[in-house]
């Protein structure tokens, strides 16, 4: 494996623990490892690119990728059966492996690192806990990681190493027994073949060249430190080099035959960024990503599946019928009309129904000016700008609201004008309309050219406890904010709380960003009292920080320190109930099953002083979360639990 065993690392990292730095001088609240983190940070940007990059290659080429896969590639033993049973996985599973490969490669490179002058010294010891900290939660979907979450001193990092060491699964560290070497790299190097570039590869070799020379930097070169990264860069170059050649080679086949461009370079092109079908890849996967929203999904995976027997239809010569393909959606604000529309646009896109994927987002100021006439011109300028594409109009309906019993001229001008375009540019031209369910009603009951046109129809339901729960969630993950179970806890019933007060108009996500933004405020109020700012602090949302004067009555926070919550197991189906401890946590069932424990199923029972709350059960909220990705994970990667 070059440089050093992998025995000689353990070894030097077991006597270490025996020898502990004295960390009485690292005093600083912000980074308690008492070095700078700009170097962590830069470094942790770098990795998220890096693996961005290789997810959105691989992503959008799995069939291409799994036929490289097939070949004699330069991969690590055990690497293509990892990479084929993640190709095979949801966009998630990718996206999780690719991360979690990352920072098993930073590991190695840590170790390898520090041990180049065989010796552990102290400050490299810290600083690599240091850039782990800023990394480690790209490994906390592997549940038995997840106590390393917090923030990361060195007696934490050598916890985590050891137990790393001993992994035998795909993404652990011990090689020996079937852990896959540099998994990281060997993704990085698939999604150079895929692409056709060697660009991914020239980012990773420099995320982890500053990785390297970040650690060695520590209380000087000495002069084995000084030939490891020379060796190590050299190693890079070529790889590089081995690499480039490959892509070269490849290129020079496609150039002496037609056939070899055909099958080398079509289904790249075809799926370059911007061609219909990575367009329309682009869109089912975010359709799939939506939180809530099933019905919605529904309707649209059923004329995605309509729009591909029509496509096939066309291939084979066949007639197609000529059907509108204009929709209503109706729901309350914050329900997601406005993403699907621009969802919708990109699978109509990649399906050849439109010539671009774009969206045009309209309400009554612009389609109606100040004069008869102006509208006309307003309203047809807009729908310029949309040809080939989406038209979204919303609140649609103020186009044909009466004002004070008198009909509205200017409204039925722009409406009248929308209808001809329709008809004029049926073939160029898609039109959403969207706003309040009676509303919408009304706006087609206006005009009988409305009803003709408009014939498919989407309803948005208003977001439940468990789909709000989950976007607070997101937003707080993506703004580098966790919950604590008494958080959690007092969310669900936050959230429970507004949904029973819900009038027409609620907000749905529009008001858990509220939420969130409010919940921001309150966590830093509450932390500017406080002289002692650690890190978990610092990211923790606490039962105090919920905005229960959003929701009427201004309840809560509630003593949730006996709640109990029910979960439901995925394979035996069996209910139980579970104390604050385990929500949104793995648990495994009696029947051998991992899963993540939901958080917002709560036996009212168990809280005192619930005023208003109630319950709104759907079948699907009780059941374990994850369960398909954790199993996976567990039974897949080298099969120990």
């Avoid at 997840?146 to 993404?171: L, N, P």
């Avoid at 046109?453 to 707080?476: K, P, Q, W």
């Avoid at 108009?505 to 509220?514: E, K, L, Q, Y």
């Amino acid at each position: 494996m070059g440089f050093r065993s992998w025995g000689y690392l353990r070894f030097c990292v077991w006597a270490r623990i025996a020898k502990k730095p004295n960390n009485e001088h690292l005093t600083n609240p912000l980074n308690p490892l008492g070095v700078h983190v700009s170097n962590s940070r830069k470094i942790n940007q770098l990795l998220d690119f890096c693996c961005q990059d290789v997810f959105e290659i691989l992503d959008a080429n799995r069939e291409r990728a799994a036929a490289f896969l097939t070949e004699n590639g330069p991969y690590a033993d055990g690497f293509v059966d990892f990479a084929n049973w993640t190709l095979d996985g949801n966009e998630n599973l990718l996206r999780y492996c690719i991360d979690a490969s990352s920072f098993s490669d930073l590991t190695v490179i840590l170790m390898r690192t520090m041990a180049a002058d065989g010796e552990f010294e102290t400050e490299e010891l810290e600083e690599a806990a240091s850039l782990v900290s800023q990394s480690c939660h790209r490994y906390f979907w592997l549940g038995d990681y997840e106590k390393y979450d917090g923030g990361m001193t060195v007696e934490k990092f050598i916890k985590y190493y050891r137990q790393w060491a001993s992994d035998s699964r795909w993404m652990g560290g011990d090689f020996e027994e079937g852990a896959v070497l540099s998994p990281f790299k060997n993704f990085v190097t698939l999604a150079c073949l895929v692409a056709h570039s060697i660009e991914p590869f020239q980012n990773y070799a420099k995320c982890f060249q500053l990785i390297a020379k970040t650690i060695l930097s520590q209380g000087g070169w000495s002069s084995e430190e000084k030939d490891f990264y020379t060796t190590y860069v050299t190693d890079h170059r070529e790889s590089e080099d081995a690499l480039s050649k490959v892509l070269s080679e490849e290129n020079r086949l496609e150039d002496e035959d037609e056939v070899d461009i055909e099958l080398l370079e079509g289904k790249s092109k075809a799926l370059a960024k911007g061609s219909p079908e990575s367009v329309l890849a682009e869109g089912l996967a975010e359709l799939d990503s939506l939180v809530g929203v099933g019905s919605v999904k529904k309707e649209v995976s059923n004329l995605a599946n309509f729009l591909k027997i029509r496509q096939h239809r066309i291939a084979q010569g066949m007639s197609v019928p000529n059907q509108s393909l204009h929709f209503v959606f109706t729901g309350n604000p914050g329900t997601g009309k406005t993403t699907v529309a621009r969802i919708l646009s990109k699978i109509l896109f990649g399906f050849g129904v439109l010539k671009r994927p774009e969206v045009t987002e309209c309400s009554r100021a612009s389609l109606v000016g100040g004069y008869l006439g102006q509208t006309a011109i307003k309203t047809n300028e807009t729908i310029d700008e949309a040809i080939h594409g989406v038209l979204f109009v919303d609140e649609a309906y103020t186009l044909s609201q009466k004002n004070n019993g008198m009909d509205d001229c200017y409204g039925r001008e722009a409406i009248d004008t929308l209808l001809k375009r329709m008809e004029d540019d049926r073939d160029k031209l898609i039109v959403i309309v969207a706003g309040y369910p009676e509303l919408m009603n009304q706006f087609l009951s206006s005009n009988p050219g409305l009803q003709s046109r408009f014939t498919r129809f989407i309803h948005f339901e208003d977001y439940h406890v468990s789909d709000m729960c989950r976007i607070f969630n997101g937003l707080a993950e993506a703004n580098n904010y966790k919950l604590s179970q008494e958080a959690k806890a007092n969310l669900a019933i936050f959230f429970n709380l507004a949904y029973a007060n819900r009038a027409e108009g609620f907000g749905n996500a529009r008001f858990v960003r509220n939420a969130f933004e409010v919940a921001m405020g309150n966590h830093a109020n509450r932390l500017s009292m406080m002289s002692d700012l650690t890190r978990q602090a610092l990211s923790t949302i606490e039962q105090d920080d919920i905005p229960f004067d959003l929701t009427r009555g201004n309840q809560g926070p509630f003593d949730v320190s006996k709640s109990k919550w029910f979960v439901k197991c995925p394979k035996c189906e069996k209910i139980r109930s579970v104390g604050l401890a385990f929500i949104g946590q793995l648990v495994t069932c009696s029947c051998g099953l991992k899963f993540r424990c939901p958080w917002w199923n709560l036996d009212e029972k168990t809280v005192d002083n619930l005023g208003g709350y109630q319950r709104h059960d759907r079948l699907e909220d009780f059941l374990g979360l994850d369960a398909e990705l954790i199993d996976a994970g567990v039974a897949k990667s080298g099969g120990k639990d």
